[in-house]
């Protein structure tokens, strides 16, 4: 099992540009979870998927933010324009019982 | 105020030592309790899940009251390989099955 898996490893970007974050869950997970982890705020929830359908985005931090999961083996994070508060990694989980993290996305907004 | 409060430490302490970590969680109908190690530049990873009864794990002792919403993780016989940050982490079961992470403790075990 490769266990959950997020490209790109690391993102530069500049202000203003579009970012997606890409990843593939544990096969048969039926949850997937968006976190993003800043040494100011630790990790925070950003958004939760249950058999592909978001059930909780209370956490996306404002409409620059979106996720989708358009079927069982893959979801993205999009953030359109990106600022530079936005610098963080951004971590995709997904559990059937036990959560398991994918490696996370290291994202430098410049 | 927080929902889930851990000291952040740093906590140095020598190999072959006792050290304890401590957390509380603020809401009262959080049902599971799990923690978590971070390595530096690393995902989460679960370290044990924590029962009423207290559980043990080789050098890993977690406990869990209910009563003053506390949980605790101690390390008997610190490793140089158990430096790393310690997530305390709370489940509030129902339908949102999500985690709520405390911000971490920092541990380091020198030579």
């Known amino acids: 099992d490769a266990g959950v898996i997020q490209s790109p490893r690391h993102e530069v970007t500049e202000m203003g540009q579009e970012v997606t974050l890409r990843c593939k869950p544990i096969?048969?997970?039926?949850?997937l979870f968006w976190y993003r982890q800043t040494m100011m705020r630790g990790l925070e929830l950003l958004i939760y998927?249950?058999?592909?359908?978001?059930?909780?985005d209370s956490g996306m931090p404002e409409d620059r933010f979106s996720a989708k999961m358009p079927n069982a083996s893959f979801s993205t994070l999009k953030i359109q324009p990106s600022e530079p508060r936005d610098s963080a990694v951004y971590f995709c989980?997904?559990?059937?019982?036990?959560?398991?993290f994918g490696s996370g996305t290291r994202l430098t907004v410049v | 105020r927080k929902e889930v409060e851990q000291d952040p430490g740093p906590f140095n302490v020598p190999e072959g030592a006792t050290v304890a970590f401590n957390c509380t969680y603020s809401?009262?109908?959080?049902?599971?309790f799990f923690w978590y190690r971070q390595d530096c530049r690393k995902e989460p990873k679960l370290l044990m899940s924590?029962?009423?009864s207290g559980n043990e794990d080789g050098r890993f002792t977690a406990q869990l009251n209910r009563a003053s919403q506390y949980i605790s993780l101690l390390i008997r016989d610190s490793k140089l390989s158990d430096s790393a940050t310690y997530l305390c982490?709370?489940?509030?079961?129902?339908?949102?099955?999500?985690?709520?992470f405390g911000s971490g403790t920092q541990l380091t075990v020198l030579p």
């Open positions: 989980a997904s559990r059937v019982h036990g959560y398991t």
């Open positions: 809401n009262s109908a959080s049902q599971s």
């Open positions: 998927f249950n058999n592909n359908v978001p059930i909780d």
């Open positions: 982490v709370v489940n509030l079961e129902g339908s949102a099955r999500q985690l709520t």
């Open positions: 096969s048969g997970h039926d949850y």
């Open positions: 924590v029962y009423s």
